[in-house]
């Protein structure tokens, strides 16, 4: 096999698609952390690569637990089958991927992150072991936390207070009580994308008994307005931050992403009422890549709402890092 093949099949097997998410947080952290003295760029370098690191094997350690409890019930890889629109766990089902392999992967994506936070709470501050210790946490109850309908509070939690409060800390050494409500904000912005996310795997996940924030709103109608919510709380924390924590007012560029709200909000909508409908990405919306492949694959009906979300965090994230420096 090839390297190339070998790439691609990893990124699959990692879902480092979703990496994106990762990169929107430590930007905000960036835009604060850049003017202090003993800011590093370096360390700053080290930090993503070790948040990559913990977010690529946080999403195949997801998967392979996935696996693993569905051979409970049918006692053959070759039969294990999860209701979605994706082919989910791929490689690990056709055993592209040995589970020993698996295995091996994991701690080599968790042993460089574990040492890289090791390398920051010697330089940086000891408190730096709490955030990985919290983080650890979240991550090994994840796969279990669909069954209290917890799972988009914990994720939320990791890419927003977490790695925003704890990423400044191990770059500068100290908490900037300034970061609180930006992370907050993003707690938010992270649950508009799962929660769109569980909108439209709304029947799948009943069936597979996950139980999500869209479930628990009884209705995909009910979900969207729970989303509608999510995503005026989101704006608002921002605002609540500039009057109370004297934030830059530059910040409320986030507002700019209004028009990537507006849109999943409407799409949403069609997903519910009209299935077949035509999707015309436009430059304001964001990245929509491999888009012509996702057409021939009949699954830009998925994509496209999944892509505004997506989007939407990473230019709130960017326009709140622009606009506290700006």
């Not at 202090?36 to 990559?52: G, W």
């Not at 924590?245 to 009209?274: H, Q």
Request: aromatic share 16%; glycine share 4%.
């Amino acid at each position: 096999m090839n390297f190339k093949k070998r790439l691609t099949n990893f990124m699959e097997l990692t879902r480092a698609y979703s990496l994106p998410v990762t990169i929107a947080p430590l930007m905000i952290v960036y835009s604060y952390a850049q003017f202090y003295e003993n800011f590093s760029l370096l360390n700053m370098l080290i930090l993503t690569v070790a948040l990559c690191m913990v977010h690529l094997g946080a999403n195949l350690f997801d998967d392979f637990i996935d696996v693993k409890l569905k051979l409970r019930e049918c006692h053959n890889l070759g039969k294990v089958h999860f209701s979605s629109f994706f082919n989910k766990a791929r490689l690990i089902k056709d055993e592209t991927y040995s589970f020993c392999e698996i295995k091996k992967i994991l701690c080599v994506l968790f042993g460089i992150s574990s040492i890289i936070g090791i390398y920051f709470a010697m330089t940086s501050s000891p408190c730096v072991l709490i955030f990985m210790a919290l983080g650890g946490i979240l991550c090994l109850i994840y796969p279990i936390s669909s069954k209290y309908y917890l799972s988009e509070t914990i994720i939320g939690i990791i890419y927003g207070p977490l790695i925003i409060l704890g990423g400044f800390l191990a770059l500068i050494g100290e908490i900037n009580t300034g970061l609180i409500y930006p992370s907050i904000a993003m707690f938010f912005a992270i649950i508009v994308l799962l929660h769109t996310h569980s909108i439209m795997d709304w029947e799948f996940d009943r069936i597979e008994g996950k139980n999500t924030l869209a479930i628990l709103s009884k209705s995909k109608t009910n979900a969207i307005e729970v989303l509608r919510t999510i995503i005026a709380l989101s704006y608002f924390t921002i605002y609540i931050g500039i009057e109370t924590l004297n934030i830059n007012p530059k910040t409320l560029y986030v507002f700019l992403t209004l028009p990537i709200a507006v849109r999943l909000i409407e799409s949403l909508k069609d997903y519910i009422n009209i299935k077949d409908v035509e999707f015309y990405p436009r430059w304001y919306y964001g990245f929509f890549e491999n888009w012509e492949e996702i057409k021939k694959n009949n699954i830009a009906f998925f994509m496209f709402r999944f892509y505004l979300a997506r989007n939407y965090v990473f230019f709130f994230a960017l326009f709140l890092a622009i606009g506290a420096n700006a």
